[in-house]
């Protein structure tokens, strides 16, 4: 089955800093990649995702990017952090019968 | 396009009563998932069940069960003798499935908040 693994848990950076959240994925090869973000309302916004290495599709514009460098590793990125970035980030992964998998999320407060 | 859709935004029922969250949702496709899945404080997303939409069957696990209705595009969720534990945010999701199997995107509602009080 798929384990996935996202750090930081939780995050405060100052507004205008850069940003680079990792996920990697263990027990699946070529899966589909995905980031999603939850803002204070609770609802989960799909943000990104990927159904292989350097394939990125993007659902939302905004002020962040993603990159998928190696088949199990997803990264989201920001050059210059706001206020609205901060939420709470999961990484998801999806294989065939394994279903979707997610992260245990990263807590980022931009300040 | 796709849509899910959690009318109830915060519940609140006593310990060992009934409650049954509700889910309604709107797709193209013919083939499709979807997923309840539930979210403690802690933030991590926990799964539940995922149905295919051509397995209208209704599933039961133990305090758990899903009434999956294709005619009214409804799947609901209802916890029986509900627990402090059950205490959540709980998420209904749905997925399209593509020709090879796998899917593009997992489309979220926006989440019933259940509260159990002791």
Do not use: M
């Not at chain 2, 999701?93 to 593509?98: M, T």
């Amino acid at each position: 089955s798929q384990t996935i693994h996202q750090w930081p848990a939780t995050l405060v950076q100052p507004v205008g800093s850069p940003l680079s959240l990792e996920c990697t994925v263990e027990g699946t090869s070529n899966p589909n990649l995905y980031w999603y973000r939850q803002a204070a309302g609770r609802g989960l916004q799909l943000l990104f995702y990927s159904v292989g290495i350097g394939q990125i599709s993007s659902e939302v514009p905004q002020n962040l990017s993603a990159s998928r460098p190696q088949d199990r590793q997803f990264i989201l990125s920001s050059k210059k952090l706001l206020l609205s970035d901060s939420g709470f980030y999961l990484c998801a992964s999806f294989r065939g019968s394994d279903g979707y998998t997610f992260g245990s999320g990263t807590r980022l407060t931009v300040v | 396009a796709q849509k899910v859709t959690q009318a109830q935004t915060e519940i609140s029922v006593v310990e060992k009563e009934d409650v049954t969250l509700d889910c309604v949702y709107e797709t193209r496709d013919t083939t499709y998932y979807l997923f309840w899945y539930k979210q403690p404080p802690s933030g991590e997303l926990v799964f539940l069940i995922r149905r295919n939409s051509f397995d209208e069957q209704n599933e039961i696990s133990g305090r758990y069960s899903w009434n999956f209705q294709k005619s009214t595009s409804s799947f609901n969720f209802t916890i029986t003798a509900s627990q402090v534990v059950d205490s959540a945010v709980y998420f209904c999701a749905l997925s399209d499935i593509l020709s090879s199997g796998s899917a593009r995107q997992l489309t979220f509602g926006s989440g019933t908040q259940l509260t159990v009080l002791p």
